[in-house]
């Protein structure tokens, strides 16, 4: 079986872009969350999404934003890039939203703005 | 804002030793703890969780300390490999959090010298 799957695994931005990323979550897992994470610091969290819903959201600036798709994929954009955004974005799936649900994490995309 | 955070940012030891990795948390709500292991270029993979309602908790390997009344975290890991360097992050989902909605320590790195 397929774990979390992100792409792309690289990405270079000029400040002022935007960008998409994306996540397919393990299969039969519902909820898709999204976590940033600046190097030498632990995730931190952006948004969860459960059936297509927002269920949570992190400190983030609204430059930040995602959906979930029907089949519970997932995109997380970011406008007006700066050079802070730059960091690991790691997707995580679990099967729902409740507390205690372990989260599977993808191997994350790397953003580099420049 | 409440968090988790480590004691030791790098533990360095013997291979075949056993290495004990620390974690404090500040939000007393929390009810679900995990253990994460993150090597170079991969998202975290998740070692052990506890819930708030037990103490002690064993897998292959390790085994997760929790002392509420302290509100401490610790992994330790048995006979420790080379394989086991990494950075390990604690991570909290305090209770009514959504499921995979983390609060993620900052980090400590592991370096087994053979």
């Known amino acids: 079986d397929a774990g979390v799957t992100q792409s792309p695994t690289h990405l270079i931005k000029t400040r002022g872009q935007h960008v998409t990323l994306r996540c397919s979550p393990i299969s039969g897992h519902k909820s898709v969350s999204w976590y940033q994470q600046v190097l030498g610091q632990g995730p931190q969290f952006i948004f969860q999404y459960y059936e297509k819903e927002e269920r949570g959201r992190g400190n983030f600036p609204d430059r930040f934003s995602a959906r979930q798709f029907p089949n519970y994929s997932s995109e997380l954009n970011v406008n007006a890039l700066l050079l802070g955004d730059s960091a690991l974005y790691l997707c995580a799936s679990s099967l729902g939203p409740g507390g205690g649900t372990e989260a599977f994490f993808g191997q994350g995309t790397r953003l580099t703005v420049v | 804002g409440e968090s988790v955070g480590l004691h030791l940012p790098t533990l360095s030891v013997q291979e075949g030793d056993n290495s004990i990795i620390n974690c404090a948390y500040s939000n007393s709500a929390s009810d679900y703890f995990i253990w994460y292991k993150q090597e170079s270029g991969k998202g975290p993979q998740f070692i052990i969780d506890?819930?708030?309602?037990?103490d002690k908790r064993q897998g292959q390997r390790v085994t997760v300390l929790l002392n509420k009344t302290v509100k401490h975290l610790s992994l330790q890991i048995a006979a420790t490999q080379p394989g086991d360097s990494a950075v390990y992050f604690c991570?909290?989902?305090?209770?009514?959090?959504?499921?995979?909605?983390?609060?993620f320590g900052g980090g400590t790195r592991l370096m087994v010298k053979p």
């Open positions: 991570a909290e989902n305090g209770a009514g959090n959504a499921g995979n909605m983390l609060t």
């Open positions: 506890i819930r708030s309602n037990m």
